[in-house]
């Protein structure tokens, strides 16, 4: 089952704008994560925000969760052509047992950032 | 791809054909996982294992099945079963300790023919 929903689907911007994708949930988490898609690629890890965090920056990203909302945001400050890609979010129920560790993957946003 | 690899890049099925997906890692990782993604789509768990000689079904694991024989490997059998198994297949990886994020391989694309 998909627990997260993304928003927006698709988002194209041009170089240097920032860029804002969403995520949503359904049930409780231990952490969160984003990753991120090339075409035709695996997915890449670029960061992780735990169900105890409210924010968390790692270079031009900043990710912010919301526990009571059941929702994140990933921001991309200062976009490059190089950014785009399709973003997916990721939630760790951390249940315990053999569904430690599981990853639920959202639908994904598809950004295009234009030079 | 960083220590995981997938074979082979891409596939090809005829139908009522078994096909075999590897999936190999030399990160000395306990957990590994298959995930199918269909355009436009996000992933979908099939199988996943936490240690050697066991496995879990995910979400949608009709018509797939795996094994854990060795703690490097995790293939994925595709079966004669799964009526629509033109997708691609994404295997990843997880350390019980330490970093909680998942490293993918490359992918595999599966075509019937």
């Known amino acids: 089952s998909q627990q997260g929903e993304e928003d927006p689907q698709a988002l194209s911007i041009q170089e240097g704008e920032n860029a804002t994708m969403n995520c949503s949930y359904k049930?409780?988490?231990?952490?969160l994560q984003w990753y991120r898609q090339n075409s035709g690629r695996g997915l890449v890890h670029l960061i992780l925000i735990r169900s105890n965090e409210r924010e968390k920056h790692s270079g031009r990203l900043r990710v912010t969760l919301d526990t009571s909302k059941k929702s994140s945001s990933l921001l991309i400050t200062a976009s490059r052509a190089a950014d785009t890609a399709s973003y997916f979010c990721?939630?760790?129920?951390?249940?315990?047992?053999?569904?430690?560790?599981?990853?639920?993957f959202g639908q994904g946003t598809i950004l295009t950032v234009h030079p | 791809d960083g220590g995981i690899t997938q074979s082979p890049k891409y596939l090809f099925r005829k139908e009522g054909q078994n096909v075999t997906l590897s999936c190999e890692q030399n990160l000395n990782h306990d957990a590994m996982y298959w995930y199918r993604q269909d355009p436009g789509q996000g992933l979908r768990l099939i199988y996943y294992?936490?240690?050697?000689?066991?496995?879990q079904k995910g979400d949608i694991a009709e018509g797939y099945s795996v094994s854990r024989e060795k703690k490097e490997s995790f293939p994925l059998t595709v079966t004669s079963a799964q009526k629509n198994p033109t997708a691609f297949y994404l295997c990843a990886i997880k350390s019980h300790v330490g970093f909680l994020g998942y490293t993918f391989g490359s992918g595999t694309r599966l075509t019937v023919v």
């Open positions: 990721a939630t760790d129920a951390g249940a315990g047992g053999t569904s430690y560790g599981k990853l639920t």
């Open positions: 049930t409780s988490i231990n952490n």
């Open positions: 294992s936490q240690i050697v000689n066991d496995f």
